[in-house]
């Protein structure tokens, strides 16, 4: 297995980025935004995004030097204009205002717009989580779930994120997609030629199949409830922003110097302000233990709660590097050749 | 088909609790939230309870006549200690503080400590939304739910319920449990010796079955994303407020003269603080009509969204009443006569 560290990969990311003239903190939330994605196990919105985001900089989508604007009419609620800028910038431009908000107030909410792809919606609701809060980060995204009874896909994929600090460990952290399985994982099983389980995705039609090669849009999880999740997401992200929502939203990977116009949405909420923090993660830390301790149906699987998985990851990749495909590690070569970054691969 | 009046039962139900010296407000809170529960449809939590909540009062598990305390440390965040009163009450007591915090800060956030019951979450979402304000509302309950890979039940059947007001009708509203099927659908399956869908219950060694006769256990919805989700809800219910967790929470139905500790959440955002609360809700209206007239798989199922059956029910409901047993008609047939109501049945 072919593995990068995270600080080499990283500072590939952000010197790249740097050489495009990046204003230095959106590269740092960018580069470090992909890094702990992929240490954290999530590959699908880790470091493999960086070459799309450098040609959608390139192309004139994304703004490498934003100019936020922010209308707050209340204490504690308002909107950032992200000027078109990384996603992933703006997304922690919009938690530090909403952790200044919950910390003076008790809680922030700060909704995002004209912005971009943001990677995976746990970087922003885990940042607000490390200052002792309870966060959460929503994002919309393009047209691929199928509203219950559709034909046709509507919604995005639209994740729904909440992070909490624990005693002892890493946060809390339920970050969910509101289908059952991504699209990559589709794309996964069309190369080994297996099938998805029931009532994951669906054909050009919108009829239901487990058959990889003819699923062209998702179903959403628990059907109408993972539907209406999906909606509770749009609603934040797109109605209070006035952004673009579902179908008429821009796809990611086409027309690259198309501005995305993406909306997000974070929330603070201090949990001092309710009672002593200390107290509250040792409560937490004991009843993700009792689950933890809970008996298992099948001893090879023992029970888990939400982020478990990503901690082990985390804590095996931050050892041992992340594990990368040959054509992935050529890519960052690429990139440390044609920069002239330097840095050893 | 035997109805009851909304009008009749509500009567009924806040006299009756007015004769067992209920504070007027909460009884008021009791009735409605019931009543309008029944209207929208949702018959597990709606008139239904009363002889419930009553048989708890008289045992005295309920305090009929609450002194709420609030502590409140930042202005946009609280405890509210409900005096182990009706969580109707209770639920409804918090809205209203979550509402002003709103309006005067953008955001406010209630967890709620020493309640019961609180019925339908959507009647606290739906009570904030008509305040053009962006409604949460959550509850744990006594442990139901099988987490993933476990072989017996941890958390409650947890609901997540969102509102937002709709320009020209009611208000959207998300009120989903973290099951796939409710236990009372379980139990009507059992009536009719019907046969569940796959996923969606447990035997009492914990392993999945279709037989509604040997499901004594509920599987979250969308495996461990529902899982998840329950665990975001107790988080916020008891972790935040001190009060007993899944496993270690007093059954509804059984000991009615012990207290049960329940928390419940409430959350409010005002959206005038993030733009015009009109232009949100054209908005809001143009994407859920958009979202109908989407092309259905099977005409006779057109696409609707969450809480458009609820709309249906009241629509019919408020013009026909409530649809009842004969024996559910007695129950409140005698409610009126031993409590000499006089209410035309």
């Known amino acids: 297995m072919i593995t990068i560290s995270g600080t080499t990969v990283k500072t590939i990311i952000k010197e790249s980025l740097l050489r495009e003239q990046v204003d230095p903190t959106a590269a740092e939330h960018v580069a470090e935004g992909l890094v702990s994605t992929s240490l954290r196990g999530v590959n699908s919105h880790g470091i493999r995004l960086i070459h799309h985001y450098l040609a959608a900089l390139k192309a004139g989508r994304i703004n490498p030097k934003p100019r936020y604007k922010v209308e707050r009419r209340l204490p504690t609620v308002a909107v950032l204009d992200a000027d078109d800028t990384f996603g992933h910038a703006a997304g922690m431009e919009a938690a530090r205002l909403a952790i200044e908000m919950a910390g003076e107030y008790g809680s922030g909410n700060v909704a995002v717009k004209n912005s971009t792809h ?187 709660v939400a982020g478990d998985p990503e901690k082990k990851a985390f804590a095996i990749r931050s050892q041992d590097g992340i594990p990368v495909t040959e054509q992935e590690l050529a890519q960052f070569q690429a990139l440390n050749t044609t920069y002239g970054i330097g840095a050893a691969l």
């Open 118 to 304: 943001y990677g995976a919606a746990a970087y922003f609701a885990l940042e607000i989580a490390a200052h002792d809060m309870i966060g959460t980060s929503y994002t919309h995204a393009d047209s691929l779930i199928i509203p219950t009874n559709s034909k046709r896909s509507f919604l995005g994929n639209n994740p729904v994120c909440f992070a909490a600090p624990v005693a002892g460990e890493g946060p809390f952290c339920l970050d969910m997609a509101t289908s059952l399985i991504t699209f990559n994982e589709v794309r996964r099983l069309r190369e080994i030629n297996g099938t998805t389980p029931e009532g994951v995705g669906a054909d050009k039609d919108g009829k239901p199949t487990t058959n990889p090669h003819e699923i062209t849009m998702l179903l959403p999880v628990g059907g109408h409830k993972g539907y209406g999740l999906s909606l509770m997401v749009e609603i934040l992200c797109s109605t209070l922003t006035g952004m673009p929502f579902g179908p008429h939203i821009s796809k990611m990977f086409v027309d690259l110097e198309k501005k995305r116009h993406l909306g997000h949405f974070v929330g603070a909420m201090s949990i001092d302000g309710f009672g002593d923090a200390g107290a509250f993660k040792l409560r937490l830390r004991q009843m993700l233990d009792e689950l933890r301790a809970e008996p298992s149906l099948d001893p090879a699987k023992p029970v888990m």
